[in-house]
């Protein structure tokens, strides 16, 4: 797998993390409309166009079966910022999903050996 692709997906995969604790932060103000959250929203909505712009530059260049499935990694990730930010307790069987969904991303993006 190509360091140049991985960076460029895990950036996405970083974005798409960003964005989702931005709007988790912003769900949480006392109000539904205010200026910190329209501010957010809007953030939000400029972080998610430069994604959609790496996305393009991912999907000119690499083939999609093997750039898609590192997106994957934003479950784990998600779930480790949860438990840092104490929204999601620690558990043993969500250790286990993590650790197969890193070994199921391993997988899909190994060099397959030629026969």
Do not use: C
Not at 20 to 39: C, D, E, F, M, R
Not at 67 to 84: C, D, G, K, R, W
């Amino acid at each position: 797998m190509e360091v140049k692709k991985t960076l460029l997906v895990f950036s996405t995969v970083l974005i798409t993390l960003l964005t989702a604790v931005l709007l988790n932060y912003g769900a949480k103000q006392s109000t539904l409309i205010s200026l910190l959250g329209g501010i957010i929203v809007l953030l939000v909505i400029v972080i998610n166009f430069i994604k959609f712009i790496i996305w393009g530059k991912i999907n000119k260049k690499y083939d999609l079966s093997e750039s898609y499935p590192l997106i994957s990694l934003f479950f784990p990730l998600i779930y480790i910022v949860a438990v840092y930010k104490d929204e999601a307790r620690f558990e043993f069987s969500k250790v286990i999903g993590v650790l197969l969904i890193f070994f199921g991303v391993w997988i899909m993006n190994k060099k397959r050996s030629k026969i």
